[in-house]
C-alpha cells in the first residue's frame, strides 16, 4: 500500500455528462499528478499540481481541469465526456516532486 | 525527454534471475532512471531509480552502463508475483514521468 487512495474505484458516466474523481495524497506529499491509462497503453500524463498551483500540463484539452486543496489532495475533472475518455485514471503523490512518486490503485472510467 | 527502447515481451523461470534491458541512448545528463511495475490494473509500483552508478534495493539491483546509454533491471530470484509490465523512464527533477509501452515479464512456474 502506498498511502494514495483514489475515489471511486469505479464510474460509469454518459456521454457529455461531468465527471469528478478525487485522490488523498501520501502524508507529507506536496505533489499531485494526474496520469490516464487507455487500455493496453502506458499511463499519460494528464497535468501536475504543486503546493495548490499547476505545475505542468500534458496534452489533454482544457476540459481536463484540476484542484490541490490546502491538504494537497486533489480533484480531476471532466467536462463534455466523450467514449475516448474511457480509461483508467491513476494519481501519483510525491515530495516537492522530486524522487519516487507513489501511484494510487486507480480510478475506472467508462462512458457509454 | 530521452526515449526508451524495451522489449515488448520476457518470459522468466521461477526462482531465476530476471533481467530486464532497456535502452535510452539520448538520456542527459541529469536525468535518473526510473524503473516501475504495473501488475494488472493497479497502480504503477516503483521499483528502484538511479543516475549513473550502480543501485540496489530490497526489490531489485539496476545496472547502468558507463555512458548510461542503456540500464538492466535485475530481479534476482523471480517470483510469480513479478509478473507485471516494467516500465524504464528517464526523468529529470519536477518533470512528469512519460510512461512507454514498457516490458510484459511473465514468470513461469
Known amino acids: 500500500e502506498t498511502g494514495v487512495t483514489q475515489s471511486p474505484t469505479h464510474l460509469i458516466k454518459t456521454r457529455g455528462q461531468q465527471v469528478t474523481l478525487r485522490c488523498s495524497s501520501q502524508?507529507?506529499?506536496?505533489?499531485v499528478s494526474w496520469y490516464q491509462q487507455a487500455l493496453g497503453q502506458g499511463p499519460q500524463f494528464i497535468f501536475q499540481?504543486?503546493?495548490?498551483?499547476?505545475?505542468g500540463r500534458g496534452n489533454f484539452p482544457p476540459r481536463f481541469s484540476g484542484l490541490q486543496f490546502p491538504n494537497y489532495s486533489s480533484e480531476l475533472n471532466v467536462n463534455a465526456l466523450e467514449l475516448d475518455d474511457s480509461a483508467l485514471y491513476l494519481c501519483?503523490?510525491?515530495?516537492?516532486?522530486?524522487?519516487?512518486?507513489?501511484f494510487g490503485q486507480g480510478t475506472r472510467l467508462t462512458v457509454v | 525527454d530521452a526515449k526508451t527502447t524495451q522489449p515488448t515481451s520476457m518470459d522468466c523461470a521461477e526462482g531465476r534471475a530476471a533481467n530486464l534491458p532497456c535502452n535510452h541512448s539520448?538520456?542527459?545528463?541529469?536525468?535518473?532512471v526510473y524503473w516501475y511495475r504495473q501488475i494488472h490494473s493497479q497502480g504503477p509500483q516503483y521499483i528502484i531509480h538511479?543516475?549513473?552508478n550502480n543501485e540496489t534495493n530490497e526489490m531489485a539491483s539496476l545496472i547502468i552502463t558507463e555512458d548510461r546509454k542503456s540500464s538492466t533491471l535485475i530481479l534476482p530470484h523471480a517470483t510469480l508475483r513479478d509478473t507485471a509490465v516494467y516500465y524504464c523512464?528517464?526523468?529529470?527533477?519536477?518533470?512528469?514521468?512519460?510512461f512507454g509501452t514498457g516490458t510484459s515479464l511473465t514468470v513461469i512456474p
Open positions: 539520448t538520456i542527459s545528463g541529469n536525468e535518473y
Open positions: 502524508s507529507g506529499h506536496n505533489t
Open positions: 501519483a503523490s510525491s515530495l516537492e516532486g522530486w524522487g519516487e512518486a507513489f
Open positions: 523512464i528517464p526523468r529529470a527533477g519536477q518533470n512528469q514521468f512519460y
Open positions: 499540481y504543486y503546493r495548490e498551483e499547476e505545475n
Open positions: 538511479g543516475l549513473k
